[in-house]
């Protein structure tokens, strides 16, 4: 039977469910609750294989498979950017929508079966229940997909799976299902887009900071699994392959990432990247801001691990340090969205690969800062890193940059949605470095009633909702192109239950929460 913890956070995600297409209803919405409802079965199943060791990979312990929630994330920002550009009249990216919905919804179809198929006994009712949702979503698929959209979405499920089958047995207890649906589905999307705009350029189409980020997140990943095998087969700790390591990241970013994206830009890369970054004098001014908040952040990493050195080789960082990051975090991305959007959505870029260069860095013991990586981050682990890769970091950035990389541009003319829509970039900073980070803070130090089945506490979750709207109101305040129109009991209604699915989910919050926010706010 579901724990109470897992029945709340499937209840409030089915409440989300049940919000979004009570706003946008079509043929797709059949699809979404029959995902939902086959979902919420079928990770019960997974949930009993990861107590009893039974499933075909390791993954993450200490947290259920978050497969319900994990699995309507990618189709309803599919359904909701469906809508928006339809309104808007952008029929490119209408199409893409579609898309995104139905690949979403076949990717998590597909891991419900890979759930269902190694059950044994084999689940009569789940199995019914799952070729039931399979059948309407095929159904839907083929009276709204074009022929080469279907292909497409083939692809994408194609990639995912062969992802799949390669990282989750290289990166054992990195993800739970849940994690490692949004994480390599999104990776498979990506890659997907890429290889699509590599083979169909037109010179003049396309704006280049999307193929930047594309570029970026492909590069980092190749050159992740390219190491990973070859570390197979040699030490990685020695000088002969930290040199080795130096090399051949600086032939594959020089002689395969910078021509790749010269063929999708048209330019040189490095001096269209400098004229960039230096074109106007705030993006100076912001690009000083940001490397004395990165200091600033640095020293408090210098300042914990000193603090272990004099008092005990056991001390570990308390939660309240860690969220120093989180305030760190709201410093830096709160000024780019109010004066450059587009300079912060490079630096993000920018930001994740330094990020993902450095833990290839310090899970193979490059030297010579392997070790010392090693020794300074250890401080900050807490039990979502069970695997042998530090990700809650990534996940931090990932979490405050996806709002603003998947906002859709071209279907805002303004530069802006309308109504609550206006806030989806502000997603992250509210979800993640408002919300998550008070009620960590309230919660810890002056929570006493606890949330049934949960450390969280309400008066965690209370303070995190009223710092979220006082968080809307100053953005009101400050940036003068958001313009809610009146949409403030969506917007409670959005911050409250993304604040009531923190205090359940045991999945990455850095990830789950944002992605979540950004849905309701374009609903």
């Given at each position: ?7 709340v956070?499937?209840?409030v ?5 049940l919000?979004?297409h009570?706003v946008?209803w079509?043929?797709?919405s059949w699809?979404a609750l029959?995902?939902a409802?086959q ?11 990861l107590q009893?060791?039974g499933a ?11 497969l319900l929630p994990?699995?309507m994330?990618i ?8 809508e ?23 990717l ?9 198929g190694?059950?044994?006994?084999v ?9 039931v949702?399979?059948?309407?979503i ?8 074009a022929?080469?959209e279907v ?7 194609l990639?995912f ?8 047995y290289?990166?054992p207890?990195?993800?739970?299902p849940?994690?490692a649906?949004l994480v390599?589905?999104?990776?498979s999307?990506v890659?997907?887009?890429l ?5 169909n350029v ?13 570029v970026?997140?492909?590069g980092?990943v190749?050159?992740?699994l390219?190491?990973?095998v ?5 030490d ?8 080795f ?16 994206l ?18 106007t ?14 200091a600033?952040?640095?020293?408090v ?9 004099s ?10 340090t860690?969220?120093?990051f989180?305030?760190?975090v709201?410093?830096?991305y709160?000024?780019?969205l109010?004066y ?11 930001c994740?690969?330094?990020f993902?260069?450095l833990?290839?860095?310090?899970y193979?013991r ?8 090693r020794?300074?981050l ?17 996940y931090?950035l ?7 990389w998947l ?16 806030l989806?970039?502000?997603s992250?900073?509210?979800?993640v ?6 009620a960590s803070?309230f ?8 949330w ?36 403030y009991?969506?917007i ?7 604040s009531l ?12 929460l ?6 309701m706010?374009?609903?």
């Amino acid at each position: 039977m579901l724990s109470k913890p897992v029945l709340v956070e499937s209840l409030v995600v089915f409440a989300i469910v049940l919000s979004v297409h009570g706003v946008v209803w079509d043929r797709f919405s059949w699809c979404a609750l029959a995902l939902a409802l086959q979902a919420f079965y079928v990770q019960f199943k997974w949930d009993r294989l990861l107590q009893g060791g039974g499933a075909v990979f390791q993954f993450r312990g200490a947290a259920n498979s978050g497969l319900l929630p994990a699995s309507m994330v990618i189709p309803l920002l599919g359904i909701v950017m469906k809508e928006r550009c339809r309104a808007a009249g952008i029929v490119y990216f209408e199409r893409l929508g579609v898309v995104v919905a139905s690949a979403g919804m076949l990717l998590a179809l597909f891991l419900s079966v890979l759930a269902v198929g190694i059950t044994k006994p084999v689940p009569t009712n789940t199995c019914i229940l799952t070729g039931v949702a399979g059948s309407v979503i095929v159904y839907t698929m083929k009276h709204s997909l074009a022929v080469s959209e279907v292909i497409e979405v083939l692809e994408v499920l194609l990639i995912f799976v062969y992802l799949s089958m390669i990282l989750l047995y290289l990166l054992p207890r990195c993800f739970t299902p849940g994690e490692a649906l949004l994480v390599l589905g999104g990776v498979s999307f990506v890659l997907n887009q890429l290889i699509k705009r590599s083979l169909n350029v037109v010179e003049g189409k396309g704006d280049p900071i999307d193929f930047f980020l594309l570029v970026a997140v492909v590069g980092v990943v190749l050159l992740g699994l390219f190491f990973t095998v070859l570390f197979l087969f040699m030490d990685s700790g020695t000088w002969i392959s930290s040199m080795f390591f130096h090399m051949m990241t600086a032939v594959l970013g020089l002689g395969v990432i910078m021509p790749w994206l010269y063929r999708l830009i048209h330019r040189n890369p490095l001096l269209w990247l400098l004229q960039f970054l230096f074109q106007t004098q705030t993006r100076l001014y912001l690009l000083v801001y940001w490397t004395l908040l990165a200091a600033s952040a640095c020293g408090v990493v210098f300042y914990q691990n000193a603090k272990r050195s004099s008092e005990s080789k056991k001390h570990q960082a308390s939660t309240i340090t860690r969220k120093y990051f989180h305030f760190i975090v709201v410093a830096t991305y709160v000024p780019g969205l109010i004066y450059d959007r587009q300079l912060l959505y490079v630096a993000a870029v920018l930001c994740l690969a330094v990020f993902i260069f450095l833990e290839y860095v310090r899970y193979f013991r490059i030297k010579p800062f392997g070790q010392t990586l090693r020794h300074l981050l250890s401080l900050f682990l807490d039990e979502r890193d069970s695997g042998p890769l530090i990700l809650t970091h990534i996940y931090l950035l990932l979490g405050m940059s996806l709002p603003v990389w998947l906002f859709p541009r071209p279907c805002a003319p303004k530069g802006t949605l309308s109504g609550a829509g206006a806030l989806v970039p502000y997603s992250g900073v509210l979800a993640v470095g408002v919300g998550d980070t008070i009620a960590s803070v309230f919660g810890s130090t002056v929570g006493e009633i606890k949330w049934p089945g949960t450390k969280k506490t309400f008066e965690g979750t209370m303070t995190a909702i009223f710092a979220q709207i006082i968080a809307v109101a100053l953005i009101l305040i400050f940036d003068s192109s958001v313009n809610l129109n009146s949409s403030y009991a969506w917007i409670l209604a959005s911050v409250s239950l993304v604040s009531l699915l923190e205090a359940y989910t045991t999945q990455i919050d850095n990830l789950l929460l944002p992605l979540y926010l950004q849905i309701m706010f374009m609903a």
